[in-house]
């Protein structure tokens, strides 16, 4: 069994025992980085699956 507050860690709290102080907060940093440089090319790919997908109907 776990003991909930002291072994149990989520979110913030895990991310932070992994990788030190403020780890959680640069790790969202970057996510946020990434996601920004490749919106763009995410959406057309979605917009080319879908098309083949209607298309091959």
Do not use: C, R
Request: aromatic fraction near 16%.
């Amino acid at each position: 069994m776990m003991d909930h507050p002291n072994d149990f860690f989520i979110g913030e709290e895990y991310w932070n025992l992994l990788g030190g102080n403020k780890t959680f907060h640069e790790l969202l940093d970057v996510f946020d980085k990434v996601g920004k440089e490749f919106k763009a090319k995410l959406q057309e790919k979605f917009k080319q699956v879908a098309k083949d997908k209607l298309d091959s109907y």
